[in-house]
């Protein structure tokens, strides 16, 4: 079984990819604004139309101070505060990445507004009350404590603070080998059905929920993700061994497989308090 931080430390979009992909391009780390990096650095599924969809629902203003939950290399992070010019931090378990978001950020000057925080989503090292607005984009599926989860997402929003997030959904016709499948290759620890979801939103003293089935447009966009992936093998390799990427890429074809077959699903889930 991969461990989450081994798994995030050897995902295909890291920073190494990013330089190499503004290189191709002819762009200079010096010499680069925020739009030069989202093509590349949005490590979510969607890209930057995913993000946009969030922020909508999210409602942003300039006034907004936005905590993303599951950071990764900050791409969101960074989208939304130069689109909106509100302030955000980035919370993210993976120390490596934490620092390679950071680097990204001041390498297109967005230092004063974002920032990041190495941390464990499941105590939340950060004040109450502290955020008006919570995302994340698939990362709690990473997470096995949903009641911890939400219990942290809750204290640190104001009142009236609004969490748009987006997961992996289960059916219950996902079997308990699939299940070990998708846990072993991708540290899915903490995969769950729509109900289940809701009862940790509410018993975390939400008051409102409104949910989105992104099931059909992943089930479009992901088999090209992973072609995607797939064409990054000999870049991964060297980075971090070819058994290791083939066994990351077994499993995500696995997860392209559960997925088409309609047991796994995505949802975008909306979340506010009174």
Same mark, same amino acid.
């Given at each position: 079984?991969?461990?989450?931080?081994?798994?995030?430390?050897?995902?295909?979009?890291?920073?190494?990819?990013?330089?190499?992909?503004? =290189?191709?391009?002819? @762009?200079?780390?010096?010499?680069?604004?925020?739009?030069?990096?989202?093509?590349?650095?949005?490590?979510?599924?969607?890209?930057?139309?995913?993000v946009k969809e969030l922020?909508? @629902?999210?409602?942003?203003?300039?006034?907004?101070?936005?905590?993303?939950?599951?950071?990764?290399?900050?791409?969101?992070?960074?989208?939304?505060?130069?689109?909106?010019?509100?302030?955000?931090?980035?919370?993210?378990?993976?120390?490596? +990445?934490?620092?390679?978001? =950071?680097?990204?950020?001041?390498?297109?000057?967005?230092?004063?507004?974002?920032?990041?925080?190495?941390?464990?989503?499941?105590?939340?090292?950060?004040?109450?009350?502290?955020?008006?607005?919570?995302?994340?984009?698939?990362?709690?599926?990473?997470?096995?404590?949903?009641?911890?989860?939400?219990?942290?997402?809750?204290?640190?929003?104001?009142?009236?603070?609004?969490?748009?997030?987006?997961?992996?959904?289960?059916?219950?016709?996902?079997?308990?080998?699939?299940?070990?499948?998708? +846990?072993?290759?991708?540290?899915?620890?903490?995969v769950h059905t729509e109900?289940?979801?809701?009862?940790?939103?509410?018993?975390?003293?939400?008051?409102?929920?409104?949910?989105?089935?992104?099931?059909?447009?992943?089930? @479009?966009?992901?088999?090209?993700?992973?072609?995607?992936?797939?064409?990054?093998?000999?870049?991964?390799?060297?980075?971090?061994?070819?058994?290791?990427f083939e066994e990351f890429?077994?499993?995500?074809?696995?997860?392209?497989?559960?997925?088409? =077959?309609?047991?796994?699903?995505?949802?975008?889930?909306?979340?506010?308090?009174?």
């Amino acid at each position: 079984m991969v461990d989450l931080l081994t798994f995030v430390n050897e995902h295909p979009i890291n920073e190494s990819s990013i330089k190499a992909a503004l =290189a191709r391009e002819g @762009k200079k780390v010096e010499k680069l604004v925020p739009s030069d990096l989202f093509p590349y650095d949005q490590d979510h599924y969607g890209g930057l139309q995913a993000v946009k969809e969030l922020a909508e @629902k999210a409602r942003f203003s300039a006034n907004s101070v936005v905590l993303d939950v599951c950071s990764g290399m900050g791409g969101p992070a960074r989208y939304i505060s130069d689109c909106y010019g509100c302030s955000v931090v980035g919370l993210d378990v993976n120390k490596s +990445r934490t620092l390679s978001a =950071a680097r990204l950020t001041r390498w297109v000057d967005l230092g004063n507004t974002v920032s990041f925080v190495c941390g464990d989503a499941g105590i939340m090292p950060l004040g109450q009350n502290a955020f008006t607005h919570v995302v994340s984009q698939e990362g709690f599926l990473h997470i096995e404590d949903k009641g911890a989860l939400f219990r942290n997402c809750r204290e640190v929003l104001r009142p009236e603070g609004r969490m748009v997030f987006t997961d992996w959904i289960a059916s219950p016709n996902l079997s308990s080998h699939e299940r070990n499948i998708l +846990r072993d290759g991708m540290a899915a620890v903490g995969v769950h059905t729509e109900v289940e979801y809701k009862n940790y939103i509410f018993e975390a003293g939400f008051d409102s929920l409104e949910t989105e089935d992104l099931s059909s447009w992943w089930a @479009k966009i992901l088999p090209e993700r992973f072609k995607m992936y797939q064409s990054k093998s000999k870049e991964a390799g060297e980075a971090f061994g070819l058994r290791r990427f083939e066994e990351f890429i077994n499993a995500y074809g696995a997860f392209i497989r559960v997925l088409e =077959a309609g047991k796994l699903g995505g949802m975008r889930f909306t979340v506010g308090s009174l």
